[in-house]
C-alpha cells in the first residue's frame, strides 16, 4: 500500500463542520447535521454579530409572523454541538484556507447578498438604488445604516414585480401608523414619517399572467389604509393565446391564484381617495433615467410577449412614454457573492455545485458544501431552503466517513486566531445578549424590538 496517498481519516472524535452564514438554509443544514446518527460538531459562521440572516434584514417588518420561525432556529442553537462565531466575515476575517485547518468540511449558507444590476443609462444618478439598499435600511442592517432616501420626492419607481418589489412597494405606501408598532429601524420611521412620496409605480417588464409576487403579497397591496391600488392600463388583462394557455394549465396555480386576487383588486371599481397610489404598470421595461445632478424622469418601453406558453419573455415594441421619477428602486433580483477560495459561477452569482458539493471545472471538492441562496439562486422562500439544505447535509454526512481529517480539530484555537486579529468573536450566549437588550428596548416604545443598527453599538453591549 502507497501511504504516501492514504489521507488521515477522522477518528475517535465527532466530524467538525464549519457553517458559513446563519440564515435560514445554514439553521437547516445545522439541524439535519446534529439530528444524524453521526458525531457532529457544528461552528456557524456569520459576518454579522447577529445571527438569522434575510429572516432579520430582509423580511418586511410589518410581516412579523413569518419572523416566528426564528423560534425553530433558537431550538437549533441549543443542542450542545451547536457553536455561533458571529462578527467574523469569511474571506476576509479567516480565510477558507485557514477555516479548513480546524474543521473536516465546511458548508457555504452565504446566500445571496447583492442585487443584479440593471443595465440602463442613468442607472448610477442620484435617487436611483438598489431595493437590496432600501430593504436593508428600513430593517436595520449595519451595512445599510447610512444611506438616505430622498424623500421629498413625490413619484417613486420600483422596477420589478417580485415579492421584494411589493415589499418595498408597500413600505413606500404604508403610513406611519401602520408601521410603528413593528420592529423597523427608528432611523427609517422618522425619515418615512417625514414622506412626501404621493404615487409609487410598481413595473413589470411581463404581464399579469406571469407576476413574480404570489397572491397574498398582491391582495395586502389592495388594503393598505391610505393607498389606493390602480392598475396603469386595464388592457393588460386582455390576454395573448400563450398566456391565456398558461393561465389554463392546470398546474399553474399560483399564477391562477394571482389571476383571481387581480381581478378582485379591478372590481373594486373607482379608487376611494385616499392620499397615497399604488400603480401597477404590466409589459413595460425602463429604458434610460433622465436629470442633470439626480434622477427627475424615467424613459419607458412598452413590451409584448414572444415565445411559447410557459416560456414567454419581454421583447421591446420600440414605443416610448416619459414619466416623472425622482425616486427609482431597482427590484430584478439578488445575486451570490464570491468568497475568496471558493469556485464561483460569475454568470449564475452562485457556487458551482452538484446536489451541494461544491465542484470546481466540473470536479467536487472534498469537504467543500453549499445550501440554500448561494447553492441554487436567489429564489424561493424561507421553508424552499429546508429539502436544499437538508440534500446538501446529506451529502456532507455520506462523504463524511472519507473526508480527510483537519490538521488542527479546536474551535478554540479558532477564536485565540480571530483575537489575535482583533476580531471579537459574538458567541450565540453574546447575541442571547444583544437579543434581550433589543427586546427591551422596543418594549419601551410599543415595539417587538428596537435593533441596533451598528456593529460598534452591538459590542459595545457586550
Ligand atoms: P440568507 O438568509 O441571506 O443568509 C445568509 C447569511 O450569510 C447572512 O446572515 C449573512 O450575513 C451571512 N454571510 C454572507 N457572507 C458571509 C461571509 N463571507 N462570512 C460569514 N457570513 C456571511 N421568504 C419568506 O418565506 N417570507 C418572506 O416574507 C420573505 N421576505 C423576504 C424579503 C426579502 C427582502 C428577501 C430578499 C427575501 C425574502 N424571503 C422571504 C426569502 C428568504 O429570506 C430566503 O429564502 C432565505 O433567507 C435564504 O436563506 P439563505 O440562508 O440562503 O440566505
Ligand atoms: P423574483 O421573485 O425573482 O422577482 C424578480 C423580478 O424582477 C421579476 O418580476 C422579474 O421579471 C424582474 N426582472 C428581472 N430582471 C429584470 C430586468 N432586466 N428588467 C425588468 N425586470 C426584471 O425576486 P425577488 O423579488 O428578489 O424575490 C426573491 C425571492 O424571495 C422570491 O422567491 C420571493 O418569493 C422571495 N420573497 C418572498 C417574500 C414573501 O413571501 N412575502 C417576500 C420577499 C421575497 P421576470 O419575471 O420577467 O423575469
Redesign the pocket.
Known sequence: MNSINVMPAISNRPVRVAIVGSGPSGFYAADTLLKSDQDVVVDMYDRLPTPFGLVRG???PD?PK?KNVIKVYEGIAKNEAFGFFGNVNVGDDLSVEELRRFYDAVLFSCGAETD?R?EIPGVDLAGSHT?TEFVGWYNGHPDYRQRSFDLTQEVAVV?????????VTRILAKTVDELKDTDVAQHSLDALAESKVKEVHMI???GPV?????S??IREMGELVDADLVFNNLADFDLNPASQAELDDAGNTDAQRNWKVLEELRAAGEPAGKSRRVVVHFFA??KELQGTSRIESLVLEKNQLAGDPGNQ??EGTGQTSEMDCGLFFR????RGVAIPGVPFDEKRGVFPNERGRITDGGSVMAGMYAAGWIKRG????IG?NKPDSVESAQMLLEDAPSLEACAEPDSAAVTDLLKSRDVRVVSYADWQRIDAAEVERGAAVGKPREKFTTVEEMLALL
Open positions: 430582509g423580511v418586511a410581516h413569518i443584479r440593471l431595493a422596477i420589478g414585480q417580485g415579492n421584494v418589489a411589493v415589499d413589470g417588464r411581463r406571469q407576476a413574480a409576487f404570489t397574498k403579497e421595461s425602463p419573455w419581454a427590484s430584478v433580483g439578488y436567489p429564489s424561493g422562500v424552499t
